[in-house]
């Protein structure tokens, strides 16, 4: 039966989410401080679900984001072929069947997937969906001019081919043990190529359809303020009979995490409020209100610092800073990143800021539970972090309290996103570095610049114009395969990329493009498993990023809403079409 066979038999619970061909066999189809503003006059508040995402899109187009919040609003509009559930199991969205090898569907060598496709789906503009849509988002997300963020997941595709109107076949450059990847899940939402296909180049950002998309979803927008305000109404082509539920999507972006979760928990003005960073102890304090529930699920979610492995205050004869041209002054030492690894104090974080939603870590790979590698340890401490200082001789030879090397002081520009979780981090952080000699100046920037995909915004996560950046992020997918390939050399931001890639640190170990190589063809799932423990125990060793804390997913529902059902592969959004009012 070949080596894709060899694992069905025996131990299916165990590596359901080890290998992606397992789950195949295994699956079954299927701003300002917000207020909620009324509803508009000719529409029954029954009839609206009201949404809150404090940190506001600006984009909705899934293949030019780069912030989470641009992925969940363009996922109401927006489907893949499949995604996976809360379980690992495969749904299906635009696809008709799960692939397998008894279908035809996955090739025996691993070389190919093919995917049948539902019939009569339309476009919310009334036009058919087909296989040639399949094929153009390919196209489009593949042109280096696009600079898409989506890029990673598609990097084993060598064609795309429509076999018929309802059928795609995806090619790979070689066997390849993740074959659903792309077209699945977050980051495999198809878009229309009668839409899109006169913006497949270095105007993809010109796109109307980036702000006004058009989609096979539930809903379809109908108004967009970037950084405001999204209003959906319901998608009168879309194929289920009777859903959506709701006739009209408000989706009201600004203000902060703790107004989010007041406005769900206490005050009931609003059906859910995403990514609920407060403090525990003031969400235990307003779910006693009564209106609403906490829905707290553990996922891939790591919150980290990025070290800054290029220089961010020189800049090259184009302007371009964080340039790989110019090594950062001291980051570059290994006793330096490890020494602000030791002088970080987790558990404190954790136990003053997160409780029960969060989980100190040094790992980056956290999820499925099987690539949480066993092999790491963090540790906080202060004396071995001063120790490695001196001994990379960075010393404060002029009595000014920061140490200094060769007539350069060991200062750093430490940014994030404006929440009030993350800035007591950043206290927390500067305290400790501070006690060690290093000077620390903080920045704070709001979440729907720092997590936009504007290339010509320099305070974004990939432009990284400073010496430290904390964020969360992780894998998407079960098969973390291009999670991890976010930390190989080709992913680095740059210029010539629209720093559209997600490898911020700069980080770049040929040894650890290497182990991502191998699991990249590696066909036998221990194996693989083994390949992505020794990459996030080489970044750790590296000290390549900085682990803080596994978090959970945090959101706030209406005790009237039902039928949300999250999974950490995909949007909160993901099956929208069955949330309803009680």
Not at 206 to 211: D, H, I, M, Y
Request: with cysteine; proline share 6%; aromatic share 10%.
């Amino acid at each position: 039966m070949g080596i894709f066979n060899k694992f069905y038999r025996g131990q299916i619970l165990a590596w359901s989410l080890l290998n992606i061909f397992l789950l195949a066999a295994c699956s079954s189809p299927q701003a300002e401080t917000p207020t909620t503003s009324t509803p508009a006059a000719n529409s029954n508040a029954n009839d609206t679900l009201r949404l809150l995402y404090w940190q506001a899109p600006t984009i909705l187009n899934p293949h030019l984001a780069q912030g989470t919040k641009d992925f969940e609003a363009s996922r109401i509009v927006y489907e893949p072929l499949a995604s996976f559930d809360k379980d690992g199991k495969l749904v299906l969205f635009l696809a008709a069947e799960i692939p397998t090898q008894e279908n035809g569907g996955i090739a025996k060598d691993g070389t190919s997937v093919t995917w049948k496709l539902k019939q009569g789906v339309k476009w919310s503009d009334g036009q058919s969906f087909t296989a040639a849509d399949v094929v153009f988002t390919y196209q489009f997300l593949s042109n280096s001019s696009v600079g898409a963020t989506t890029l990673a997941d598609y990097e084993a595709v060598s064609s795309v081919q429509a076999i018929d109107d309802h059928t795609v076949k995806i090619n790979f450059r070689k066997p390849n043990p993740a074959w659903s990847q792309p077209f699945v899940g977050l980051n495999g939402m198809i878009i229309p190529r009668h839409i899109f296909e006169k913006f497949n180049g270095s105007n993809a950002r010109e796109a109307p359809g980036n702000l006004l998309p058009v989609g096979t979803g539930p809903y379809k927008v109908v108004e967009f303020r970037p950084g405001d305000t999204i209003i959906y109404e319901a998608n009168s082509s879309f194929r289920e009979a009777n859903k959506p539920f709701f006739k009209r999507v408000e989706l009201k972006g600004g203000g902060d995490a703790t107004s989010a979760a007041r406005a769900v928990l206490q005050t009931g003005d609003v059906d859910y409020a995403w990514n609920l960073q407060v403090e525990s102890p003031i969400l235990k304090q307003l779910e006693a209100a009564g209106k609403g529930r906490l829905d707290i699920s553990f996922g891939s979610f790591v919150e980290r610092i990025a070290i800054n492995h290029t220089d961010p205050n020189k800049q090259t004869k184009d302007g371009e800073r964080s340039s790989l041209e110019f090594p950062h002054p001291f980051f570059q030492d290994i006793k330096v990143r490890q020494a602000f690894n030791y002088a970080i104090d987790r558990d404190t974080i954790n136990q003053q800021l997160y409780g029960v939603s969060g989980r100190p870590s040094a790992n980056v790979l956290v999820a499925p539970n099987i690539y949480n590698s066993p092999n790491t340890k963090y540790e906080f401490n202060p004396k071995k972090a001063a120790d490695l200082l001196d001994a990379a001789g960075w010393k404060d030879t002029n009595g000014n309290g920061i140490r200094d090397k060769n007539g350069f002081e060991m200062t750093v520009l430490f940014q994030t996103s404006v929440n009030p979780v993350r800035q007591k981090t950043q206290e927390i952080v500067k305290q400790a570095l501070t006690s060690i000699g290093v000077g620390v100046e903080l920045k704070s920037i709001d979440g729907s610049i720092y997590f936009s995909a504007d290339p010509s915004n320099p305070d974004t996560l990939g432009r990284f114009q400073a010496d430290l950046q904390m964020f969360s992020t992780g894998n998407s997918n079960p098969d973390p395969g291009a999670y991890m390939k976010s930390f190989t050399c080709d992913e680095i931001p740059q210029k010539k990329n629209n720093w559209s890639k997600s490898n911020y640190s700069r980080y770049c170990n040929p040894e650890y493009d290497q182990l991502w190589q191998q699991s990249n063809t590696e066909l036998n799932p221990e194996k693989r498993r083994q390949l992505f423990i020794k990459m996030n125990d080489l970044l750790f060793k590296d000290a390549a990023i900085i682990p803080l804390i596994a978090r959970a997913d945090v959101n706030g529902v209406s005790n009237r809403l039902v039928g949300v059902n999250l999974t950490p592969w995909d949007a909160d959004t993901w099956n929208i079409k069955d949330w309803q009012r009680k």
